[in-house]
């Protein structure tokens, strides 16, 4: 079955980088986006950005513009997401989730089951 | 940004009863619109996508509707196991952006 699967749980100083993996299984990895989405705890949902697997290109929302990077290693099937500068306000369950498009619509479809990554001194 | 504002923010309804969610849009978005559902402690799941078709697997008790500014996500029938927080996310530009969820509890 389709499936993504992340690494686990990360503890970080503040200032520190952090970069959790994506492993795809049960399809053609390099045929769908990759997007990362974040959420506190208590709160909502938060679209980071998305990587095309198979051509590399990605797109990022504003917010995280020259702290995120996405990346991708196609012989393992996985996708990652590096974030650096962390502070307080990063302490957050992070996902990947697979994009689906269908013409000009998409969707997030499965999700990985989240990675918490808790920024403390 | 598009933003994306749901009401209510939260809701208690009893067993068998029927609940609906607005979702609405700062601006057009067609029908890029989804629905996914999040149990406490997992991760989403998709439910609706393109406003109104819904996913596979998915009970047909759920659906959606609407175009435009304005959707419904409609629960025909509740049933204890759709205890959940339901975000709407559209799909029309980036970046894609989700309403802030409605907490969906059992009376």
């Known amino acids: 079955q389709v499936q993504l699967v992340q690494s686990g749980a990360e503890v970080k100083k503040p200032g520190a980088s952090v970069k959790v993996s994506c492993k795809a299984s049960?399809?053609?990895?390099?045929?769908?986006?990759i997007n990362w989405v974040r959420q506190a705890t208590g709160q909502g949902l938060e679209w980071m950005g998305w990587m095309n697997p198979n051509s590399g290109n990605t797109g990022y929302a504003q917010k995280f513009q020259g702290r995120v990077t996405m990346t991708r290693n196609t012989s393992i099937t996985t996708a990652y997401m590096e974030l650096s500068g962390l502070g307080s306000e990063d302490t957050a369950v992070y996902y990947c989730?697979?994009?689906?498009?269908?013409?000009?619509?998409?969707?997030?479809?499965?999700w990985g089951q989240g990675t918490l990554v808790t920024v403390s001194s | 940004d598009i933003q994306m504002t749901q009401s209510p923010s939260s809701l208690s309804a009893s067993v068998g009863g029927r609940v609906t969610i607005t979702c609405r849009a700062s601006q057009s978005i067609s029908s890029h619109l989804n629905w996914y559902q999040q149990k406490a402690g997992r991760a989403p799941k998709l439910l609706i996508y393109?406003?109104?078709s819904l996913q596979s697997g998915v009970p047909s008790r759920f659906s959606g509707s609407g175009s435009g500014t304005d959707f419904t996500l409609t629960i025909s029938s509740l049933q204890p196991e759709d205890l959940a927080t339901y975000y709407c996310?559209?799909?029309?530009?980036?970046?894609?952006?989700f309403g802030q969820g409605t907490k969906v509890e059992i009376k």
């Open positions: 393109a406003a109104s």
């Open positions: 996310q559209q799909s029309h530009s980036t970046p894609w952006t």
């Open positions: 049960g399809y053609s990895f390099t045929s769908y986006d």
């Open positions: 989730a697979r994009g689906e498009w269908r013409g000009r619509l998409n969707w997030f479809d499965p």
